[in-house]
């Protein structure tokens, strides 16, 4: 075949312009800020001053910041253990000969596609109401006590349960199509050795989705990362400890909030950093504990 | 022996299919009946909602649309809505202008910085909003461009050509050269070929990846939060957040759960018709929308 | 086939309603060229259009009843001045949006806000109105004390000009107060308070309204600015030593009585319907400011009647005449070309007839010293000339951002806390 240099360059172009513009000239700049005082976000550099590593040290010393790690780890694996738990085990039931397979299927993936502003606020207004909210009648059918889902030793639990909801639709289509492109003879051969479904399922199933697994914990790590719009649902009024997590206090440290009274853009840099590094680990250490197979997309 | 086994397995499968049957009914008549409530909700004045008299008020036949009229016309749920559409419609066609000539050529060619390009758009999926969204911010406002339709627009294209990118290279990896060959022999250009040949083979492909994108960018969020965040340019999203904030100030539950359903509406439609090319694109990519 | 015809009809029923959304937005929002701006306003007008066009950011929604009566002002004020109003409503959010939109200089003419965030946090951006407000007479005619206050906010510079100024103390449903037989004026002392309390709780109310939007920490806090003075309290937010205190100590205990007695509601409400119990009838009383009255009236459609009274003197180096006090505040951006069209329209809206109309709506005393009110209005409008000194809001657990203290003190009357000196040790646990 014959190749056209003009083409490719033409048809790369644009590609590549926006590559260039959306990440990497921000990239570099964000990682440069972070080592730079900058108090606003639209400074001009010529009032930078080098600062070295203190917007790190003073950003780690910050208990506020400590605290919406401590919230955004705990989401990740206790939120992860959730999630990944029903995505397996509602891809294990719809892979075992249920009827309307379909159905469900699409059913349990509906919270996707909805805006996470309009399903965090069904979620906050009405499920947890602690006045009319659907957990309050149910335990009313029951003739159980109220319970005030929203307040302070309950509100990040409630937090964290409705976002897994909301997650488990996607990670369970990808383990889904990991099960079925087991070959199904591996199952026949099973059948044949006389093993139980769930020794199947233990010995054949999940060993043979570690690839999955990895590719299900790379998208998880990368959506909880970036968590802001259910905690500004779950707190609106202020940024409470209970809830916070790095990208809201990023965003009240740039842009300012309620109360805040000094914007420091060169902090909010160091909290991104900081960030983009937790991921590039997470990445490395799965790749080093779970080795690929032929499964992995 | 076998016999035994064969109807302890045949038990053993009804017992193991009973409780998965239980567990996605439940889930699923629980995520029924949330939409539901809200939609009932939504018809309902906000002391009946706050007496907890959604049901009783609904099967009354009560309805009260007003709750539809004040979100769409006061709270400005008509212009949050309009924008939207002209943002989510006019980034999708961006992005596939900007993503398949660049899929394609990348999927067909060798050259140079092709796999570094390539292994850029795998990681450009995958980088935190929040690394790159001061230096654009500092950008845009020294040209004052804060609060402008068209580079929220670029942006949002920007955001999904890397996934439309890697997703569109796989089906343009598996189609024959044949075809190219065939259209150079009756003297067609490669880009000639590209447009009118390989383009529309892969438009299952397009129309999957055009959906992801539209998903995407109507719930987008963050982005237009901060670069158009004016009631009169943002997006749905952002626009159900004010919304929500000041239902707090106001009261009005009713109009809050309106406003909900309108912005729940576009993306569940869209859902109803292609759950089906959705769900495959999710599990054939394997790439988050 | 069919399913294909279908997404083209959507996609093009879409872009109809998008392409018509930009046409009608053109005409509306008006930020760029001045000729096509004049648009609905000045029509109707009597005074010949000025050319002039505000743009102006409201901290208000264009449902609420503050918005409505803003808007009648404006079209009077065109109608008056020939000088058009363009309103973009941004609601609340306002203070997320306003510093990127000041740094960018977008196109705003004059905004509103909290007026302590208006003259601390965006005054690099903001113009020193001090000329504006001395050569129009305006600082006679309105209440000085705010006036005061925006300036010790800023040094002494004039950077906002308050309005739907309102005070804090206790706000109460006198009818809560007849049926249990209580006199407000017998709260004056912290046994007075707990007398009261007995007294609704043995009538069948639960004394105090919570919400988990904050005013857990606005009661506790008034209570230790009440004990040891805010610039105690300021002390005590920025440096820590809680365990140390003996006021923090005291003020949680007096805390743990209310809450060991079912003075305060239980669970605690979340925001707002926890202050949504007044209106229902189920509480008696609630520490906020008087604010609360008009968001709980618009949330419940309550016809109860409301009392004010100062929260009462605790024996600390402040009594009675202390209070939080707070506004919203206009700004007008540095870099505008139409000041002082904007100081105009921020005159209109905060002296004379709109100041009254405002006040009314939103239950506020009015900013114009010679507007007057009747009923609660009155009593709220009586205590705030009687004050001697005034708190910031939060009474100075504000003063540390970083560590606000909202979850402990939350938990405190949520019975999380055993004893005052775990609470206050978690409160040192933050520092």
């Known amino acids: 075949m014959r190749k056209s240099k003009s083409m490719i360059v033409c048809f790369m172009t644009a590609a590549v312009i926006t590559l260039l513009f959306m990440y990497v000239y921000p990239i570099i700049r964000t990682i440069i800020m972070s080592f730079f005082n900058v108090e606003s976000v639209t400074a001009s550099t010529s009032t930078w001053s080098l600062a070295g590593l203190k917007n790190y040290i003073d950003l780690y010393a910050t208990s506020i910041f400590r605290t919406s790690m401590i919230n955004i780890l705990k989401i990740w694996l206790i939120g992860g253990i959730i999630t990944m738990f029903f995505a397996l085990l509602f891809a294990v039931i719809l892979t075992s000969g249920v009827r309307f397979k379909n159905f469900f299927r699409a059913a349990i993936y509906l919270p996707n596609v909805i805006s996470a502003v309009a399903m965090a606020a069904m979620w906050r207004y009405y499920v947890f109401n602690a006045r009319f909210g659907f957990l309050n009648s149910f335990l009313e059918l029951f003739g159980l006590d109220a319970v005030n889902w929203l307040d302070t030793g309950h509100i990040f639990g409630s937090m964290l349960v409705a976002y897994c909801f909301g997650s488990v639709g996607y990670f369970m289509l990808i383990f889904l199509s990991g099960i079925e492109r087991i070959p199904s003879d591996i199952y026949e051969a099973a059948m044949i050795d006389g093993t139980n479904s769930f020794q199947k399922f233990r010995y054949i199933t999940l060993p043979l989705l570690r690839g999955v697994f990895k590719t299900n914990l790379t998208f998880w790590s990368v959506s909880t990362l970036t968590f802001f719009v259910w905690t500004r649902m779950f707190s609106p009024t202020e940024t409470e400890n209970t809830t916070v997590v790095p990208v809201v206090y990023l965003y009240n440290v740039v842009f300012g909030s309620k109360g805040v009274t000094q914007v420091d853009a060169g902090r909010g840099a160091a909290i991104g950093v900081t960030l983009a590094v937790c991921m590039i680990l997470i990445y490395a250490i799965m790749n080093r504990l779970i080795k690929d197979d032929d499964l992995e997309f | ?289 | 086939m069919k399913r294909k015809k279908m997404i083209s009809l959507l996609m093009a029923a879409a872009m109809t309603v998008s392409l018509a959304a930009c046409g009608g937005d053109g005409g509306t929002t008006a930020s760029t060229a001045p000729s096509d701006s004049g648009s609905t306003e000045t029509e109707q007008s009597a005074a010949p259009s000025t050319g002039v066009t505000l743009t102006y950011w409201s901290m208000w929604n264009s449902n609420e009843a503050q918005a409505q009566v803003i808007q009648e002002a404006v079209d009077a004020f065109t109608a008056e001045t020939g000088i058009g109003v363009n309103i973009e409503w941004r609601g609340r959010d306002i203070t997320t949006q306003i510093t990127a939109a000041l740094e960018s200089e977008t196109q705003i003419d004059l905004f509103d806000d909290d007026f302590q965030r208006v003259a601390e946090q965006y005054n690099d951006h903001l113009l020193d109105l001090t000329d504006l407000a001395s050569s129009t007479g305006y600082e006679d005619k309105v209440q000085p004390l705010f006036m005061q206050i925006a300036r010790d906010y800023s040094e002494g510079a004039l950077y906002t000009i308050p309005y739907q100024i309102y005070t804090s103390g206790i706000v109460y449903s006198q009818d809560a107060f007849d049926a249990a037989g209580v006199d407000a004026s017998t709260i004056d002392s912290w046994d007075g308070l707990i007398a009261a309390c007995e007294a609704l709780k043995e009538a069948g109310y639960t004394p105090f309204a919570l919400d988990g939007g904050g005013s857990p920490r606005y009661m506790y806090s008034y209570i230790l600015a009440r004990l040891i003075g805010q610039d105690a309290v300021k002390e005590l937010s920025l440096n820590g030593g809680w365990s140390q205190n003996e006021g923090a100590r005291q003020a949680a205990e007096y805390i743990i009585q209310l809450r060991d007695n079912d003075y305060v509601l239980d669970p605690i409400g979340t925001y707002p319907e926890g202050e949504y119990t007044l209106g229902y009838d189920e509480t008696a009383m609630i520490v906020l400011p008087d604010y609360v009255i008009s968001e709980v009236i618009a949330g419940t459609g309550t016809e109860i009647t409301w009392g004010f009274i100062p929260f009462p003197n605790l024996g600390g180096p402040e009594d009675e005449t202390y209070a939080n006090v707070g506004a919203q505040g206009f700004g007008i951006p540095a870099y505008t070309e139409h000041s002082e069209e904007a100081f105009q329209l921020i005159e209109w809206l905060t002296t004379g007839e709109w100041d009254q109309k405002l006040a009314e709506v939103s239950l506020h005393a009015p900013c114009d010293v010679s507007n007057t009110a009747t009923g609660l209005v009155a009593q709220i409008q009586e205590s705030i000339s009687a004050l001697t000194g005034y708190y910031d809001y939060q009474c100075g657990t504000n003063e540390n951002p970083d560590i606000r203290l909202n979850t402990e003190v939350q938990t405190l009357f949520e019975g999380g806390y055993a004893t005052a000196d775990e609470f206050l040790a978690a409160c040192d646990a933050r520092y």
């Open chain 2, 1 to 289: 022996m076998s016999k035994r086994t064969h109807e302890r397995i045949n038990w053993k499968k009804e017992a193991r299919l009973l409780p998965g049957y239980i567990l996605l009914v439940a889930w699923v008549a629980f995520t029924a009946f949330i939409l539901l409530w809200i939609i009932a909700a939504s018809l309902s004045e906000t002391n009946d909602i706050m007496r907890g008299e959604v049901w009783q008020n609904v099967f009354s036949g009560d309805f009260h649309f007003e709750n539809y009229v004040s979100a769409w016309m006061s709270n400005n749920v008509s212009v949050y809505f309009a924008n939207s559409l002209l943002y989510s419609i006019v980034g999708c066609v961006g992005t596939i202008l900007i993503s398949a000539p660049a899929a394609y050529v990348m999927s067909r060619f060798r050259f140079f910085l092709n796999k570094t390009i390539h292994l850029s758009f795998i990681v450009a999926m995958s980088v935190p909003a929040v690394m790159v969204i001061l230096p654009l911010f500092s950008l845009a406002s020294g040209l004052n461009l804060t609060n402008n339709r068209i580079l929220y627009i670029i942006l949002v294209i920007c955001l999904r050509v890397p996934f439309s990118v890697i997703y569109l290279m796989n089906f343009f990896q598996n189609l024959s050269r044949a075809y190219e060959e065939a259209a150079a022999i009756d003297g067609c250009t490669p880009m000639k070929t590209f447009w009118k040949i390989m383009l529309p083979l892969v438009q299952p492909a397009l129309i999957t990846v055009t959906v992801f994108n539209f998903l995407s960018i109507w719930n987008e969020y963050f982005i237009a939060m901060i670069f158009v965040s004016g009631d009169a340019k943002t997006a749905v999203g952002v626009g159900l957040m004010n919304i929500v904030n000041s239902m707090t100030y106001s009261g009005d539950y009713g109009g809050l759960f309106a406003a909900v359903i309108i912005v729940f509406l576009p993306t569940f439609i869209l859902y109803l018709f292609l759950s089906d090319k959705i769900i495959n694109g999710v599990t054939a990519g394997g790439v988050k929308g």
